[in-house]
């Protein structure tokens, strides 16, 4: 067979009358052709139809962009494509309409929507400004559109004076941007503006390479405020449209950084448009040119024969998803090969010329185009109707091409490619032919529906007429497998696909062969592993509550031991599970997140290329590979991932009938298959995660802020939330707790506290509110969706009424399902319910009851979590707030009216302040002293020992007066309350007046030490007159001479003189007293008493001291009979003596009676022996006796 497919020894024949249509192909030139009345035939493909559904969407709604950049190589159809749009938005007239007309032929919807808009915008029409750009500055190719649209807009100089006068300007030598955006202001003022700028990127060259002078910056501005004017729908009518090769960055990239960074503001204000190679355009614009008029009937049935057979070859190949072609189709793109009308696009795409290239593959008068073929083998009486193969476009392209080959991104293969083929120019030519055909296949297409099988490449060598021919179709197989077999070619088994080979001594295929065979499922699962996503995103989930969460992957097969997943302090929310291998083989995993496990029917296909793959990679490990095969190897490996990737998506799909998804909710610390397994469906991977979420967080809070709904905050994010917590504990009051501006912190606010409505305007005022409209926190209202979270959060902090509870495990309980919270977020949503519960929820720090929420502290909160605890005092209601309410009212303590900003629980803790405050202005004696009720002491000791106010309130306090705590819940005892403030009154009673007890006993001891009164006042008159005459004596030792002193002092008080007194006698004051001092005192006092009385006795006034008139002292002296003395003082007052004087004759009388005559004298020995010596005996320390006086 020759070239073309006509049988040896016979030419390639094609029915005559075949015409190319020249005038189809002209390239465009917008400055030229937009002065033309007629646009000319157009055919407004896919890629155009993208770009006027633009233009008619920001022509229906003015905030829609209205600047465009279409970037495109060339011969891409951009220019025609700017020409078009021109056309359709200009003044009324035959290029308008043939435009519309081109429109509506393949969109009739867009064309009428088009003019609806069109005519609403600009019922006379848009003004059209176009200019192509040179290596100038950007404001000449403005300028020069401007005028240009100007002139032809009023052709009759009919132009209203404002645009006369706003156009002078430019055409001075010398003017400024300023003056060129009046200009387009005034235009857009007549009507709408639209600017278009072909090749737009020598524009952008000549500021790259002009960027250190001034003018280019003033083009970059310019063109930022060209695209700023007409944004939005408040700016001016003003539609922009450049047309360029490259990116705005790929031209920048000459450009200093800083030009770099200003050229990215200016590309951000344009939307980008990629004018990429469609296949149905391309395939149009050969229908378009290749005219069939003046073919015969003979030649028309040819023709149909051979469309009939192309469109069956095509369908049953499969080639219906590269192009959806029909009988139609291959009817007027003859004489193209079918595979040729796709293969050839594709070779101009690659080589940079798309549409150019193809027209002159086409239409050029060359060797191998299409054109020459027709006038090469035309015939009036034809007996076939042969086709232009991909051999000739190979020809084609590496003859005319050959140097925009060289620069394209693929030219390396061309290249190889081309030199095998000219290393085999001793081959038969029907060998060239094939090996040509497989290298541009091999071009095109690696592993895909158009890769070089052995069907593929029959049904590229054959006229479709002749595919079924079975000899025909031997012969040819025998050719590919000959050269094979002499090195040509290779046959990549796995993929089914024949290669342009350099041959090598490596029987690389036996070696693969070893290798797979060596290959366990572990080893293919190990390999699948590197295909699979890292992560899937529940992007709907996410979306919807603003809690960004993510599964991580893994493949198992059927032996795959028990997985440890993920936990609570992990990222991951999850696990998406690959299993190969049947749904009661997917191993355990223990976790306490969600698992998804997928199994597919597909399991062994994707296995099987994993093992391909492991083996290719294993190759050179096991064996020494020579140049030519590792490059096979290096191919195969890149061709085997990328299968491996498409039949590990195939295999998986959730929208394919192959896999099926499970959702296994963890329990127990472990998710395991079971046969009851819930089965989720899907449209994508990111489906079943969004569903599994919605499964497993069915209450998961909705928050709109990105920063915060994450795992891990960035330190900004960071940073926003710590500015965030601060203004939530200083300015609770505040609307938008006084956060001035829209930084990141606002931002959150918005996206949380308000968004979830836990800031809002409240009717509860404290005293330190200064606002108008005072706002404050308050808790989720049913229907929030916050709601739910926190019920069970609040539930979980009020049942710690015993014993604190940690904050980590609140944080646990929010994030865990069917919560799951981000840890982003939770520190601000658990600070809201401190705040609400300021009166209710008792705070703690590393055990240590906190009085108050201060921003240092909350932000080491939020750092650690864990050294912090709340507990639910339970005040706000029950039986804990009545006897709240019962004990200040017993103990007189007065409740502020409203609780002070960030002081938690206020009665508890004004109660609390109350008693230690009575228990700490006690006395040592009365802090120490067990001389008191039971209950009293163990109030003092409940006291003494207190941490929490609400253990000591209702735990210690009850139980010290022998009473049942308080609950936090239950019923309301108003008795029970009443009877513990009662009883703790009582106590607190005893326990004030332990000074008063003990003074009285002192007082007592003094006064029978002197045989005075216990009156304090009486008593220290006595002492004083006792003692009058000692103050002189100047033998007297310091410590009684203190005490005589201080007996004569008058100005102090009785309160004031006590003290003093008992520390002359015991040195210490009551107040540091313990229970056995007051022994001591009494011992020492009578001591001191005794001393007295003898220097009373020594040192007797020899006149008459003046005395008081209230009361008399009289010593008495008795001598024992072995002449010992012992003396004391009696002082008698008016009263006792008068009444001593009227009994004094009754019992003279009674002891003469009963004793004998001289009783009385008897009854005197014995009764002041008696006195004086009892005295004496009361004491550990008395005074030794002395002898008889010599006085």
């Known amino acids: 067979m020759t070239a073309n497919g006509a049988p040896s020894g016979t030419s390639p024949q094609t029915p005559a009358g075949i015409n190319i249509v020249s005038s189809r192909l002209r390239s465009t030139n917008i400055e030229r052709d937009v002065r033309d009345e007629h646009l000319g035939p157009v055919h407004i493909g896919i890629r155009a139809q993208d770009m006027l559904e633009r233009v008619t969407a920001a022509l229906e709604d003015q905030a829609n962009t209205?600047?465009?950049?279409?970037?495109?190589?060339?011969?891409?159809?951009?220019?025609?494509?700017?020409?078009?749009?021109?056309?359709?938005?200009?003044?009324?007239?035959?290029?308008?309409?043939?435009?519309?007309?081109?429109?509506?032929?393949?969109?009739?919807?867009?064309?009428?929507?088009?003019?609806?808009?069109?005519?609403?915008?600009?019922?006379?029409?848009?003004?059209?400004?176009?200019?192509?750009?040179?290596?100038?500055?950007?404001?000449?190719?403005?300028?020069?559109?401007?005028?240009?649209?100007?002139?032809?807009?009023?052709?009759?100089?009919?132009?209203?004076?404002?645009?006369?006068?706003a156009l002078v300007p430019l055409k001075a030598p010398d003017f400024s941007n300023r003056e060129l955006v009046s200009a387009v202001k005034a235009l857009c003022e007549q009507a709408p503006v639209m600017l278009v700028i072909d090749e737009f990127g020598k524009s952008l060259e000549h500021l790259a390479s002009h960027g250190e002078f001034s003018d280019a910056g003033s083009d970059v501005f310019l063109l930022q405020e060209l695209a700023e004017l007409g944004a939005g729908s408040r700016g001016v009518p003003?539609?922009?449209?450049?047309?360029?090769?490259?990116?705005?960055?790929?031209?920048?990239?000459?450009?200093?950084?800083?030009?770099?960074?200003?050229?990215?503001?200016?590309?951000?204000?344009?939307?980008d448009i990629l004018m990429t190679i469609h296949l149905g355009d391309t395939v149009e614009l050969i229908r378009r040119t290749l005219d069939h008029d003046g073919v015969s009937p003979k030649g028309r049935k040819l023709i149909a024969q051979h469309a009939a057979a192309s469109a069956q070859a095509w369908t049953e190949r499969g080639l219906q998803g590269i192009l959806a072609a029909s009988h139609d189709t291959f009817t007027h793109v003859y004489p193209l090969h079918p595979l040729t009308t796709v293969v050839a696009p594709l070779l101009a795409a690659q080589i940079g010329q798309h549409d150019r290239s193809m027209t002159g593959f086409i239409a050029n008068d060359e060797p191998h185009t299409v054109r020459r073929f027709l006038q090469s083998y035309a015939s009036n009486r034809p007996s076939s109707a042969s086709t232009v193969r991909i051999a000739d476009a190979f020809d084609y392209f590496f003859t005319a091409g050959r140097t925009t080959i060289l620069a394209s991104a693929n030219a390396s293969r061309w290249m190889e490619i081309d030199n095998r083929i000219a290393e085999a120019n001793g081959l038969p030519e029907q060998d060239q032919v094939i090996l040509k055909t497989i290298g541009m296949l091999n071009l095109v297409d690696a592993s895909g529906a158009l890769r070089a099988s052995m069907d593929t490449v029959l049904f590229a060598l054959s006229d479709p007429i002749t595919l079924n021919d079975p000899t025909?179709?031997?012969?040819?197989?025998?050719?590919?497998?000959?050269?094979?077999?002499?090195?040509?070619?290779?046959?990549?088994?796995?993929?089914?696909?024949?290669?342009?080979?350099?041959?090598?001594?490596?029987?690389?295929?036996?070696?693969?062969?070893?290798?797979?065979?060596?290959?366990?499922?572990?080893?293919?699962?190990?390999?699948?592993?590197?295909?699979?996503?890292?992560?899937?995103?529940?992007?709907?989930?996410?979306?919807?509550?603003?809690?960004?969460?993510?599964?991580?992957?893994?493949?198992?097969?059927?032996?795959?031991?028990?997985?440890?997943?993920?936990?609570?302090?992990?990222?991951?929310?999850?696990?998406?599970?690959?299993?190969?291998?049947?749904?009661?083989?997917?191993?355990?995993?223990?976790?306490?997140?969600?698992?998804?496990?997928?199994?597919?029917?597909?399991?062994?296909?994707?296995?099987?290329?994993?093992?391909?793959?492991h083996a290719l990679h294993e190759l050179p490990a096991n064996v020494e590979l020579d140049a030519v095969a590792s490059t096979e190897v290096s191919e195969r490996i890149a061709q085997a991932s990328a299968e491996l990737a498409t039949r590990v998506a195939e295999a998986f799909l959730p929208s394919q009938l192959a896999p099926t998804w499970y959702l296994l909710p963890a329990r127990a610390g472990a998710a395991v298959f079971t046969a009851d397994?819930?089965?989720?469906?899907?449209?994508?991977?990111?489906?079943?995660?969004?569903?599994?979420?919605?499964?497993?967080?069915?209450?998961?809070?909705?928050?709109?802020?990105?920063?915060?709904?994450?795992?891990?905050?960035?330190?900004?994010?960071?940073?926003?939330?710590?500015?965030?917590?601060?203004?939530?504990i200083t300015a609770p009051t505040h609307q938008y707790l006084g956060i001035e501006g829209y930084g990141p912190e606002r931002a959150m606010y918005s996206g949380v506290l308000e968004y979830l409505q836990l800031h809002r305007p409240t009717d509860q005022r404290t005293d330190d509110d200064t606002e108008l409209l005072p706002f404050g926190f308050h808790e989720p209202e049913p229907g929030n969706s916050l709601y739910p979270a926190w019920t069970a959060m609040q539930q979980q902090m009020r049942a710690a009424t015993e014993q604190p509870l940690r904050l980590d495990a609140v944080y646990e309980l929010l994030e865990a399902p069917p919560f799951g919270i981000r840890p982003g977020v939770i520190p601000v949503i658990v600070l809201t319910a401190l705040i609400i519960g300021s009166q209710e929820l008792a705070l703690f720090e590393e055990g240590t009851y906190q009085t108050r929420l201060t921003a240092a502290l909350a932000e080491r909160m939020i750092k650690s979590p864990e050294r912090f605890a709340v507990k639910a005092m339970g005040v706000q209601a029950g039986p804990r707030k009545t006897a709240v309410t019962e004990i200040a009212q017993v103990i007189g303590a007065r409740m502020p009216a409203a609780p002070p900003i960030n002081v938690r629980n206020v009665a508890p803790l004004t109660l609390t302040r109350e008693l230690l405050d009575r228990a700490r202005s006690l006395s040592a004696y009365a802090d120490h002293t067990q001389q008191l009720p039971?209950?009293?002491?163990?109030?003092?000791?409940?006291?003494?020992?207190?941490?929490?106010?609400?253990?000591?309130?209702?735990?210690?306090?009850?139980?010290?007066?022998?009473?049942?705590?308080?609950?936090?819940?239950?019923?309301?005892?108003e008795q029970v309350a009443r009877r513990y403030a009662e009883s703790l009154s009582k106590a607190l009673t005893e326990l004030g007046r332990a000074d008063e007890r003990l003074r009285t006993q002192v007082v007592k001891a003094i006064a029978e030490a002197f045989h005075m009164p216990t009156n304090l006042g009486k008593l220290r008159q006595r002492l004083a007159v006792y003692t009058r005459h000692l103050a002189d004596v100047n033998l007297v030792e310091a410590k009684l001479r203190g005490v005589?002193?201080?007996?004569?002092?008058?100005?102090?008080?009785?309160?004031?003189?006590?003290?003093?007194?008992?520390?002359?006698?015991?040195?210490?004051?009551?107040?540091?007293?313990?229970?056995?001092?007051?022994?001591?005192?009494?011992?020492?006092?009578?001591?001191?008493?005794?001393?007295?009385?003898?220097?009373?006795?020594?040192?007797?006034?020899?006149?008459?001291?003046?005395?008081?008139?209230?009361?008399?002292?009289?010593?008495?002296?008795?001598?024992?009979?072995?002449?010992?003395?012992?003396?004391?003082?009696?002082?008698?007052?008016?009263?006792?003596?008068?009444?001593?004087?009227?009994?004094?004759?009754?019992?003279?009388?009674?002891?003469?009676?009963?004793?004998?005559?001289?009783?009385?004298?008897?009854?005197?020995?014995?009764?002041?022996?008696?006195?004086?010596?009892?005295?004496?005996?009361?004491?550990?320390?008395?005074?030794?006796?002395?002898?008889?006086?010599?006085?």
């Open 472 to 613: 025909a179709r031997q012969l040819l197989a025998d050719q590919v497998t000959s050269l094979v077999d002499r090195g040509f070619l290779v046959y990549r088994q796995f993929s089914d696909e024949y290669r342009v080979w350099r041959g090598s001594d490596v029987d690389l295929t036996s070696h693969i062969e070893q290798l797979i065979n060596a290959c366990d499922d572990h080893a293919a699962v190990k390999v699948i592993s590197a295909y699979l996503p890292t992560a899937v995103v529940a992007g709907k989930h996410s979306q919807r509550t603003g809690m960004l969460r993510h599964f991580v992957t893994k493949a198992t097969d059927a032996g795959s031991p028990e997985l440890i997943g993920s936990s609570a302090a992990d990222a991951e929310d999850g696990l998406l599970l690959f299993h190969f291998g049947d749904e009661y083989t997917i191993p355990t995993v223990r976790t306490d997140r969600p698992v998804i496990a997928g199994v597919t029917a597909h399991a062994e296909k994707v296995l099987s290329t994993a093992r391909y793959l």
């Open 677 to 728: 397994a819930e089965t989720i469906k899907g449209r994508s991977l990111a489906e079943l995660v969004s569903k599994a979420c919605e499964s497993v967080f069915p209450h998961a809070p909705h928050i709109r802020n990105e920063m915060l709904g994450r795992h891990k905050l960035t330190s900004q994010a960071a940073k926003a939330r710590r500015e965030l917590i601060i203004a939530m």
């Open 66 to 165: 209205r600047a465009w950049s279409l970037t495109g190589p060339y011969g891409s159809g951009k220019s025609t494509l700017a020409l078009v749009v021109v056309s359709l938005l200009g003044r009324a007239g035959n290029r308008r309409t043939e435009a519309e007309e081109a429109l509506a032929e393949t969109s009739p919807i867009l064309a009428r929507r088009l003019a609806r808009a069109r005519d609403r915008t600009a019922p006379n029409g848009f003004i059209t400004c176009v200019a192509t750009a040179r290596r100038e500055p950007l404001l000449d190719s403005i300028t020069r559109a401007l005028l240009d649209g100007a002139a032809r807009a009023w052709p009759d100089n009919h132009m209203p004076t404002p645009v006369q006068e």
């Open 1044 to 1191: 005589i002193t201080l007996a004569q002092e008058t100005t102090l008080s009785d309160d004031e003189w006590l003290d003093p007194f008992v520390v002359r006698i015991v040195g210490r004051g009551l107040s540091d007293w313990r229970d056995g001092d007051i022994s001591t005192f009494t011992n020492e006092v009578r001591a001191a008493a005794r001393t007295i009385e003898r220097l009373a006795n020594l040192h007797q006034p020899t006149t008459a001291e003046p005395t008081d008139a209230t009361f008399v002292s009289q010593a008495i002296t008795v001598t024992q009979a072995d002449g010992h003395e012992l003396h004391t003082v009696v002082h008698l007052s008016n009263d006792e003596r008068a009444s001593a004087q009227a009994l004094l004759p009754e019992v003279i009388a009674l002891a003469r009676r009963k004793i004998s005559e001289n009783g009385e004298r008897a009854l005197l020995a014995l009764l002041a022996e008696s006195v004086i010596v009892e005295r004496d005996a009361g004491s550990d320390d008395a005074p030794s006796t002395r002898k008889k006086s010599t006085r």
């Open 238 to 271: 003003l539609y922009l449209l450049t047309l360029q090769h490259l990116s705005f960055a790929d031209y920048a990239s000459r450009a200093s950084t800083l030009q770099s960074r200003e050229w990215a503001k200016v590309q951000g204000r344009f939307e």
């Open 934 to 973: 039971k209950q009293a002491r163990a109030v003092r000791q409940a006291l003494k020992t207190a941490r929490e106010p609400d253990t000591l309130l209702f735990t210690d306090l009850p139980s010290a007066l022998d009473l049942e705590p308080i609950p936090a819940n239950g019923e309301i005892d």
